[in-house]
């Protein structure tokens, strides 16, 4: 057989096998819906991780401190850590309460993308936050200490895939908050800023 | 072109070629899947790409070189099947009657690509080069190659069946 035959019958047999494909239907609803949740899921991972490093630093940290030698006091108000250098405001629930809309987050660049709900971040004064992700409601509680302590669980949420803006992980990782006229800062356990919002009302 | 547009137009292509190189209807549609989620997580690069159909399908191909290497590749049953449930595949009567598809079963992932992108896709070496990241030089070398023992399992199959 030629070589020039065989490539013949190669190609009627591949055309053959592909022809005998039945038509598949939902095509594009099986690739956007599988691109959302693996996008929710890099996002779910990426936050249980930034939470693992935050405590591995948080213990580290401990350590290290309980090992140091001790060091001569410090002066009150003198203290070098930028996330409380930059508080102006002594901190509680009621000062920054409001509504606060997204600035800037560590690692997200489609801040921006269109939405079917504003992205907001709603902060109350008792205690509890909500506001929406650009198409799921959020809520959840939180505590903030004087001095920017700070921290938030989440309570049941919707899982809508969109360019979801992930408030949830901001606040579950953020360790301290710092309030600078009407701009709220959040802050890892290493100093390290995960977002900024501004006060929209 | 909106994401919608390519897929109504060219998905059942790309599920078309993940049968001929896969051979498995289940899996052609698992790969055609891989390949337009990753396509519309960067859809805007995607769609300004010169050939966003040929872009698409690099994926679609790499997906389906990459599911070869692992380990996990070669499926084990599943300890409980019913019969009753499974789907017919109303390829396999068509394909089971050609001995010419059944050989390219025989032939490593690699040369069963480069066959099917320059016979079913009709692809010049130098495009299946850029498509698999290799030289065109080792496409002619894998296509002699796969050729070769096509020829060979055809050769010995019409003598299993003169004897027979």
């Known amino acids: 057989m030629s070589n020039t035959d065989l490539e013949d019958d190669l190609r009627a047999t591949l055309d053959r096998a592909a022809a005998s494909v039945p038509p598949v239907t939902g095509l594009t609803e099986r690739a956007t819906t599988g691109a959302r949740q693996a996008q929710r899921r890099t996002w779910i991972v990426s936050s249980a991780a930034a939470v693992a490093v935050a405590a591995i630093a948080i213990v580290g940290f401990g350590l290290a401190g309980r090992n140091a030698p001790a060091q001569p006091p410090v002066a009150a108000g003198t203290s070098s850590a930028k996330p409380e250098a930059s508080v102006q405001a002594q901190l509680s629930p009621q000062t920054v309460s409001g509504t606060w809309r997204p600035l800037q987050m560590t690692g997200l660049k489609a801040l921006k993308a269109e939405r079917p709900d504003d992205p907001v971040l709603v902060l109350r004064p008792d205690g509890t936050w909500g506001g929406s992700d650009g198409c799921n409601g959020l809520q959840g509680t939180y505590t903030i200490g004087q001095r920017g302590e700070f921290t938030a669980k989440a309570g049941p949420q919707r899982l809508v895939g969109c360019e979801n803006v992930p408030h949830t992980g901001v606040l579950q990782a953020a360790k301290r908050v710092a309030l600078d006229a009407n701009t709220l800062r959040f802050y890892a356990a290493d100093g390290r800023e995960l977002a900024r919002y501004a006060r929209a009302r | ?164």
């Open chain 2, 1 to 164: 072109m909106e994401f919608e547009e390519y897929v109504s137009a060219r998905g059942q292509e790309l599920v078309r070629l993940g049968f001929t190189v896969s051979g498995d209807y289940q899996r052609a549609e698992d790969l055609a899947q891989i390949a337009l989620m990753q396509a519309f997580r960067s859809w805007r690069k995607v769609r300004n790409a010169d050939d966003p159909h040929h872009y698409v399908r690099r994926i679609l191909i790499n997906a389906y070189l990459s599911m070869t290497r692992r380990r996990s590749f070669t499926e084990a049953p599943t300890a409980e099947i019913d019969p009753q449930r499974t789907v017919p595949d109303p390829a396999t009567d068509i394909v089971n009657s050609d001995d010419l598809w059944r050989s390219l079963a025989g032939l490593s992932a690699r040369e069963r690509v480069v066959l099917v992108l320059r016979y079913y896709q009709d692809l010049d070496d130098r495009t299946i080069a850029d498509l698999l990241g290799i030289k065109p030089s080792s496409v002619r070398a894998t296509a002699s190659r796969a050729l070769a023992t096509l020829r060979r399992t055809r050769q010995s199959h019409r003598v299993d069946e003169r004897l027979s």
